[in-house]
């Protein structure tokens, strides 16, 4: 009996352990979804909490939220007031779990602002300070970084983050001096792109030398200078030496010249040059060549620069003399007709370089030149020249007529040494005129008669004379006076009078508002003209006059045109009285009214009372006006003006206020 006892209780305890186990296992699993990492949001305890709980013990479980299981389970579908998939909850429990969620940021709140850097110039590899303004709700961890944009378009960061400005970049060594690249600061978080501003970086300097001929080589005598020729590129100043120790420091010059008397053969080369971005490419040699016992030798080069002469215009003859010659020395210029004898053009001179001119006495034509030595006796090989006339333009009678908008031809006949210059009274200039006659392009938007101001050629300027009439069709001058804005109008004051005209007008054309005097004579008004209107000063009023119609219009000087005319009402500039009249008994916080009466003045009136109510420019008369005083008060006039200017207020209007 006791067997069957224990073992009917044994096996009720053993289906008691399998059901609870049962009811454990079944229970759905739930998974907490981790919110995003970004702004953190204020958030309610979650649904279904159970009550009473703090919310310190809520923010105590917040580590349980920020890491999840491993292995993804659904969430547990049956408890809908638990932390659930909906955006706004999770960002609640988020923010109760002390993590961060996703702002929501708007682009068109940001704004990046690259303040004014035209004063920088930089070279390639060098340190640039970009300031910078910076508006909207950037993130906390946002920074900013200076791009570089070429020509092509292509965009490259050149500085570290910042979180505030100003940012500091390094030029890339490999971009071009002389270009110019933009700069663009980029922010991180959100993406925001300020403007592209303009930087012009600086050149690197380089350096060549050669002689002032752009030879290589020299040969003088001894005790003689030589002339060389430094040429420099990049930004200026300069600085350089050269290879004889010679430097040249802070030089604007460009190409630099700088003479040397060797004793010796010697080869000169720049063995340096810098300017604001440092040191740069030198390239070149000038040898001079010193020959201590040589014979003289005489010749002359670059005959080209000497193929056309201007008589009594100085030019220099370019020639070498090379060699030992005697004491004392001298070189002479000289000239031959074709089929003549030499003469002296030139006094003797020792420098090896002489700077003469034709007597005006030579006529143009051919010739031949070559340069003489005294001691020894040397003559050098002889060059064809041909002395040419001064210019001689002149501007072919003319007489075009062209349509709006066209354009015409005018010819102009040269004489004389070219090319030729040519400048118009209309401003019209060419230059460089290889040809006789010459047709030159106009385009007047006027009738106008053209002559020469200025014309020459290779001997400056010559002669001219001439003249040509263009004539252009336009449609005919009109003055439309728009409607005026007011029908009255007080004498002495000042009017804008609407406009509009059509067709051309001279460039000395005046436009100017006329009205009848008392005689009915149409008299100039002072007027101050614009595009669209015109101000004009009224005539003060006679003595005894009030009011009178009068006529008014606008007329044209060039051409003389006139617009219809308008009729004006002038009224005397009588001042303008405002009397405040009215008495009333109101309780607290209600309203009465109170009576203006204007007499004289032009309307529109305005006034302000004596409690500061202003009412600008009204037409009624009389005028009422509704008045709340919270306390017994007097009103009257503080100020009034109407269309002819300021008036005056008299009387006053008492309203009580009853407790």
Request: a positive charge; glycine letters at 8%; proline letters at 8%.
């Amino acid at each position: 009996m006791y067997r069957l006892v224990f073992a009917i209780f044994f096996g009720l305890l053993l289906l008691t352990g399998q059901a609870e186990a049962q009811r454990r296992n079944s229970a759905p699993r739930k998974t907490l979804i981790t919110p995003k990492k970004k702004a953190p949001t204020p958030a309610k305890p979650a649904a279904g909490a159970p009550a009473g709980i703090k919310a310190d013990s809520v923010k105590q479980q917040a580590p349980a939220l920020a890491a999840p299981a491993a292995d993804t389970t659904v969430a547990d579908t049956t408890m809908p007031s638990a932390i659930s998939a909906n955006g706004d909850t999770l960002t609640e429990a988020a923010y109760e779990a002390k993590l961060p969620v996703e702002k929501a940021d708007s682009i068109h709140a940001y704004k990046i602002t690259i303040e004014d850097i035209s004063y920088l110039s930089v070279c390639p590899g060098t340190n640039v300070t970009i300031p910078f303004k910076a508006e909207g709700p950037f993130d906390e961890d946002n920074t900013y970084i200076v791009h570089i944009i070429d020509a092509t378009g292509k965009s490259v960061p050149i500085s570290l983050p910042v979180k505030k400005s100003p940012a500091k970049a390094v030029i890339p060594s490999y971009k071009v001096g002389g270009e110019v690249y933009r700069l663009q600061i980029v922010s991180s978080i959100p993406v925001v792109k300020s403007q592209e501003v303009p930087l012009r970086l600086l050149q690197a300097p380089a350096a060549k030398i050669d002689l002032i001929d752009g030879t290589q080589t020299v040969r003088i005598m001894p005790g003689q200078e030589a002339h060389l020729r430094v040429n420099l590129t990049g930004a200026a100043p300069w600085s350089f030496r050269l290879s004889d120790s010679t430097t040249v420091l802070q030089t604007l010059s460009n190409p630099h010249y700088i003479t040397v008397k060797p004793t010796d053969v010697k080869a000169y080369r720049v063995t340096g040059v810098s300017n604001a971005c440092g040191s740069g490419t030198t390239s070149g040699e000038a040898i001079v060549n010193v020959n201590n016992n040589p014979e003289p030798k005489l010749e002359l080069k670059e005959i080209e620069k000497i193929a056309k002469l201007c008589a009594g215009v100085p030019f220099q003859v370019p020639f070498n003399a090379t060699g030992k010659y005697k004491e004392g020395n001298k070189f002479i210029v000289q000239i031959a007709e074709r089929g003549g004898s030499f003469k002296n053009v030139s006094t003797p001179d020792s420098s090896g370089y002489i700077t003469t001119q034709i007597p005006d006495s030579y006529k143009p034509g051919e010739y031949r030149l070559r340069v003489t030595s005294t001691a020894p006796y040397l003559v050098s090989q002889i060059a064809n020249i041909s002395i040419v006339s001064p210019t001689v333009a002149t501007l072919q009678k003319d007489s075009l007529r062209l349509g709006e908008n066209e354009s015409g031809q005018l010819t102009v006949k040269f004489t004389g040494g070219g090319p030729w210059f040519v400048l118009l009274s209309d401003g019209t200039y060419e230059n460089n005129i290889q040809e006789s006659p010459h047709k030159i392009k106009v385009k007047p938007f006027y009738d106008t008669n053209y002559q020469i101001t200025s014309a020459g050629g290779l001997c400056g300027v010559g002669k001219f004379s001439g003249s040509a009439k263009v004539t252009v069709k336009s449609p005919p001058a009109s003055i439309t006076l728009d409607r005026l804005p007011q029908n009255m109008a007080c004498a002495g004051s000042t009017i804008e009078i609407p406009y509009k005209t059509e067709g051309r007008y001279n460039p000395n054309n005046k436009f100017t508002v006329q009205m009848t005097d008392k005689s009915g004579r149409f008299v100039s008004l002072p007027t101050t003209v614009t595009p669209t209107a015109m101000q004009v000063k009224l005539a003060a009023a006679a003595p005894g006059d009030t009011s009178k119609i009068q006529k008014i219009r606008i007329v044209s000087s060039s051409p003389a045109v006139s617009s219809a005319i308008e009729e004006l009402e002038i009224i005397a500039p009588d001042k303008a009285v405002a009397e405040v009249s009215g008495k009333g008994t109101i309780s607290a916080g209600r309203s009465t009214r109170i009576q203006l009466r204007f007499k004289n003045g032009l309307p529109p009136w305005s006034f302000t009372l004596s409690d500061g109510t202003a009412i600008n420019g009204t037409f009624l008369n009389p005028y009422l006006i509704s008045v709340s005083p919270a306390t017994s008060t007097e009103y009257t006039i503080s100020s009034l003006k109407s269309g002819c200017g300021t008036g005056t207020g008299r009387g006053a209007a008492m309203v009580t206020v009853e407790n």
